[in-house]
């Protein structure tokens, strides 16, 4: 099948991540036999990536509550009635001596969120020493600020930002029944300008706000058509918190989460697709079966931003009941990435061998 390269050139090299899915395509991948859809993105999880290790990242936030923006989700918007304390920008050392206690604990990747709708120019000297303190340590650093000025682009990149997080979180069409206080364009910019100053892009979602089969389907061609895949996708499931507006959301059907994670993998197949917030609610059967899906990514520690995570004790007893191993951090990866051959290989039991790539 002809495919087309990031450059726009016609391609029949099947390991060229297609960016030309149309609405109707993924439709029709969401929508087959649960059997087939999860075999076709196994199939193209074990092309890509070792399908037995977990890339780990940590979150933490860095400025807590009091957002001006009215996102329908977050506890942290000032919109809503939620209970959550606003608290200032934390300290730099403070963060970083969390970072330090991440690292040991096994993350690769450090995650800091703020709750702005953007940074204000008195934050960035912070914001700037918090990145470049985290590199220091080895390692990879990733902020979530909300929108940026090209100014704050360069100070980021210059600072040694690898990833930037910015969700598009879900269709254009249901965007503003979500959040009113900004448009789906205004993070489409924010992440196109971003990649422009040659940023690592992390975007993605949730799942079960309400929203249709078709939204979901919009949302991953929305991501899958940008002019480069994100490298990271991060697919939420909605942890529906007391005061906010989707506070009585019903949950969604488990098996729906699962295809939504499997139809990420098939049309991004070389990013990190990562199984995000709302672990802490889920058995270990349907994390398997996420990962199972080409869910390659998750966040370890305690809390999320203001919501409780399963932690490590739990996390490390799945990764055993599973055979699963935490990734090094891509950088390496990448190096090895070089010498590796094969990307299952039946006579290497251990896969150890196997491809594993960045996006
Ligand atoms: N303020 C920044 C922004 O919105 O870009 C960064 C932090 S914001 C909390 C990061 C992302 O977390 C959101 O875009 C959303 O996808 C996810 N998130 C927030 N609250 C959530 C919830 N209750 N359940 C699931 N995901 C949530
Ligand atoms: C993402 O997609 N999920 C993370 C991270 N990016 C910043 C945040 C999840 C937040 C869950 C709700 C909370 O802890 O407040
Ligand atoms: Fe603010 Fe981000 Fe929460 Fe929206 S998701 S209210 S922008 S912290």
Not at 97 to 106: E, I, L, S
Not at 145 to 168: F, P
Not at 262 to 290: H, K, N, W, Y
Request: aromatic letters at 6%; charged letters at 25%; hydrophobic letters at 35%.
């Amino acid at each position: 099948m002809l495919t087309r390269t990031p450059d726009n050139r016609q391609t029949n090299d099947a390991s060229v991540p297609r960016r030309d899915w149309t609405r109707g395509e993924a439709a029709a991948l969401y929508a087959l036999p649960f059997n087939d859809l999860l075999f076709r993105a196994q199939t193209v999880h074990r092309a890509n990536f070792d399908p037995n290790r977990v890339q780990k990242s940590q979150l933490l936030s860095i400025k807590t509550g009091g957002c001006a923006e009215d996102c329908g989700y977050c506890s942290q918007s000032a919109h809503h009635p939620s209970g959550l304390k606003a608290s200032k920008l934390m300290e730099v050392e403070r963060v970083l001596a969390a970072a330090k206690k991440a690292k040991d604990g096994g993350a690769t990747r450090y995650c800091m969120g703020a709750a702005w709708r953007e940074p204000k120019n008195r934050d960035m000297d912070a914001v700037v020493a918090m990145v470049e303190g985290v590199k220091a340590m080895g390692l990879e650093t990733c902020m979530t600020l909300g929108m940026l000025s090209d100014e704050d682009i360069a100070r980021l990149k210059t600072a040694g930002l690898d990833y930037y997080n910015h969700n598009i979180d879900t269709s254009e069409r249901y965007y503003s029944e979500i959040i009113s206080t900004r448009t789906f364009a205004d993070r489409l910019d924010t992440l196109e300008r971003v990649r422009t100053a040659g940023m690592k892009v992390c975007s993605g979602g949730i799942i079960g706000m309400g929203e249709t089969e078709n939204d979901r389907v919009d949302m991953l061609v929305t991501l899958a058509t940008l002019d480069q895949h994100p490298e990271s996708v991060p697919i939420n499931m909605l942890i529906a918190i007391p005061g906010t507006p989707l506070e009585n959301t019903p949950p969604i059907d488990p098996i729906d989460f699962v295809r939504t994670i499997a139809l990420a993998r098939i049309m991004m197949p070389r990013s990190f697709v990562r199984l995000s917030a709302g672990r802490t609610e889920m058995s270990d059967e349907l994390q398997a079966l996420c990962f199972f899906a080409g869910a390659n990514s998750i966040f370890v520690g305690d809390t999320l931003l203001t919501t409780d995570n399963p932690g490590e004790d739990k996390d490390e007893a799945l990764f055993r009941r599973l055979g699963i191993k935490g990734l090094e951090s891509e950088a390496n990866v990448a190096t090895r990435q070089t010498t590796a051959t094969r990307a299952c290989d039946v006579t290497d039991p251990t896969n150890e061998g196997a491809r594993v790539q960045t996006g």
